[in-house]
DNA sequence: CTGTTAGCGCTTTCAG
DNA sequence: CTGAAAGCGCTAACAG
């Protein structure tokens, strides 16, 4: 690792002053083109680089970015930030991955680090903080948006999933199939995305004068094992059930291997769809219909509303962007 | 967001150096306790933190760390970067995420931007490049740890999973079970891994005293589709085939719906093995027997030994890391 | 034990 | 069009 090459060897070895250096790495107009070919010749022999850290310093503006997520191995929010980090790249920005592992305290330390790193922006995925203590947190950065999460103020951009609609969509698939007693299992009662799914489910059952029953509904931990107990239960208490709506489709894959246990084939004995449509959900047997999100192109989505903002800072009124599910049929509820 | 508290000034409302302060913020020695709690509680109350920045220009060492995978949203990937997040964010390191994309142009230009940023050291994932290009660019980093990838010097830790093993222990699940004509469908010709468990693959047979036969080995790109392909293509030229290892579980998946295709009874007509044990591989029909590669502590154990050579100076010798995988028998070979 | 002087590498004034 | 001076916030070396 030899020693990095800085703007001063460029002036020294091209005959001029520190400022022409940087007045040509910035690509400013008053410069001889004559004396530009020049430098820019010397920082090519050379290899010259500019730091990103001094001229941070310098600035106080970093090419660096914040994006955090409850679970990177969680192939929803890998997605995200495949599309976010892509983005990101794209615009010449680094990114900082942090994950918090669904833990608030967690969240709140990764987020005064970004802080300490001065980072321009920050993506904020699906939030576990309460609304006053994210507001606070979130008031310390340059530019925020958030992901799947609102909150009425103090942060310039939000991008949401249609979740209301996404649940309406489920349930309707089901009543036009003529299923007439529909279960949900939703996610932790804090996520918004639960919550949202759950009342377009509530409001579609209502809305076709079929009436919802509230020991129906359920709640778990959105991975396989939990969805495939809360399926147990509800069809134990419930064996009258000839369908269920799953809050992702982990849940929906426990509550295909819970049916398999209690031998009750899908999808005539059982219908079952699910949200996100993550890779699993094809080439589990039956294949899951399910409420797609796109991944990728909502973490592109918001990467660039992200990117948009901290480069127009006129034009910071807060934007929000809604991305609405599709629903995709397959075999377990056709 | 506020204008940040310096170290100017606690010093000032300290009334002490600016030296003092930083020194107390440093936990050095040399300040009496009894000043040092007075900075401490001006620290405290003005809610100040150090600028990583700062900091990081006028020592050269940033808190921060690059973490280079060819694809996040690959399970495999995730799965990694997951434990290699948990454990620098537990020593208090910052990490910089970078996706290549399988593109090794933009391999080359993360790497680049990551020098930009003065990383303290960087994890780089199954690196697409050409030995003596990574040689070079990895060449310019303070502290490096590879995975899956080896050069002969230069880099100061590697992380290999031992996939000949890995190629071997199937090879011999198979023939044990009676099969003599086995199939092995490999990722990219570039894969490091590929290349070694179709080495295991072939020495395992070859030790049976049942040769190989080139024809009954391909290669395909290791996603669902293209494992699909390449399975069709190896049973249409060799349906003499009982058995099949694939690349990974990926492939495998892909193979399964080949199999499907041609109405080829897994696993009888066909056992077939699969490398990783992402989640999905319990949940296709039928569960995939599969070399598991714990992709979670290799992320861990990785970034551990990457923090270990930043912190021990003086200890900076090649360390190496090898990780055993183990074979998990379910029902696509049993 | 504490403070002073430089300087990390760059940009931002302000002069020429 | 170009350069000199000052400073971003912090730490490393010396002094005292």
Redesign the interface.
């Known amino acids: 690792?030899p020693n990095r090459i800085t703007m001063t060897d460029v002036a020294h070895a091209a005959g001029v002053s520190l400022m022409t250096v940087s007045r040509v790495v910035n690509e400013k107009e008053d410069v001889s083109s004559e004396t530009r070919q020049r430098v820019l010749d010397v920082i090519h022999k050379l290899g010259y680089?500019?730091?990103?850290?001094?001229r941070?310093?310098a600035t106080r503006r970093?090419g660096?970015l914040g994006?955090v997520v409850p679970?990177?191995?969680n192939?929803f929010f890998?997605?995200i930030?495949?599309g976010a980090?892509?983005q990101a790249?794209a615009e010449g920005y680094?990114?900082?991955?942090?994950?918090t592992?669904e833990d608030p305290q967690?969240e709140l330390a990764?987020l005064?680090?970004?802080?300490?790193?001065?980072i321009d922006g920050l993506m904020l995925c699906s939030s576990r903080l309460e609304p006053d203590t994210l507001r606070e947190a979130v008031?310390?950065?340059?530019t925020v948006v958030l992901v799947s999460r609102q909150i009425d103020e103090a942060c310039t951009g939000t991008l949401l999933i249609d979740d209301e609609m996404g649940g309406r969509l489920a349930a309707e698939h089901l009543l036009q199939a003529g299923h007439t007693k529909i279960g949900f299992i939703s996610g932790p009662q804090v996520s918004h995305s639960g919550k949202w799914r759950l009342k377009g489910y509530c409001s579609a059952l209502q809305d076709s004068g079929i009436g919802i029953k509230d020991g129906w509904i359920t709640y778990c931990a959105p991975v396989?094992e939990e969805g495939r107990r809360a399926t147990l239960k509800l069809l134990e208490n419930y064996p009258e059930l000839t369908a269920v709506i799953c809050h992702n489709d982990l849940v929906a894959?426990g509550a295909?291997h819970a049916c398999s246990e209690l031998s009750r084939i899908l999808p005539n004995q059982l219908a079952l769809i699910g949200f996100d449509d993550i890779?699993?959900a094809s080439?589990?047997?039956p294949a899951l219909t399910t409420c797609r999100v796109p991944r990728?192109e909502l973490g592109t989505q918001a990467m660039g509303l992200l990117l948009r903002q901290i480069e127009d800072c006129q034009d910071r009124d807060i934007k929000n962007i809604l991305i609405r599910p599709e629903l995709i049929v397959r075999a377990s509820a056709p």
């Open positions: 690792m680089r500019p730091s990103s850290i001094a941070g310093l970093t660096t994006l679970d990177i191995d192939p890998s997605g930030v495949r980090e892509n790249y680094s990114v900082f991955l942090c994950n592992n967690r990764v005064q680090s970004l802080e300490d790193h001065f008031s310390h950065f340059p396989v894959v295909i890779p699993m080439v589990v047997t990728e």
